[in-house]
């Protein structure tokens, strides 16, 4: 298997950190998936980590931002 989801957040919307075993650099990718109009998934490319505490971090990061805490 090449890509497995390591872990996912749901904040208007999914982040999910995805691990990559062909990559050889930074293999830890942290994606924003959401549906427009109730129908259409889309998927954006947030950050690109070489190691999971980082993606871990990054979503902590941004779940804070969205809760007002800075």
């Known amino acids: 298997m090449a890509t497995k989801t390591l872990a ?3 904040s208007d919307g999914e ?3 995805i ?4 990559r050889r650099f930074n293999p830890y990718r942290v994606y ?3 549906k ?3 129908q259409f998934q889309h ?3 947030q950050q690109e980590y070489a ?5 871990m971090l990054y979503l902590a990061t941004v779940a804070s931002m ?3 805490v800075q």
């Open 43 to 45: 998927k954006e490319l």
């Open 66 to 68: 969205k809760n007002g």
């Open 19 to 22: 691990f990559d075993s062909t």
């Open 51 to 55: 190691d999971f505490y980082s993606a």
């Open 36 to 38: 427009e109009l109730g």
């Open 15 to 17: 982040y999910k950190v």
């Open 8 to 10: 996912t957040m749901k």
């Open 32 to 34: 924003y998936i959401w």
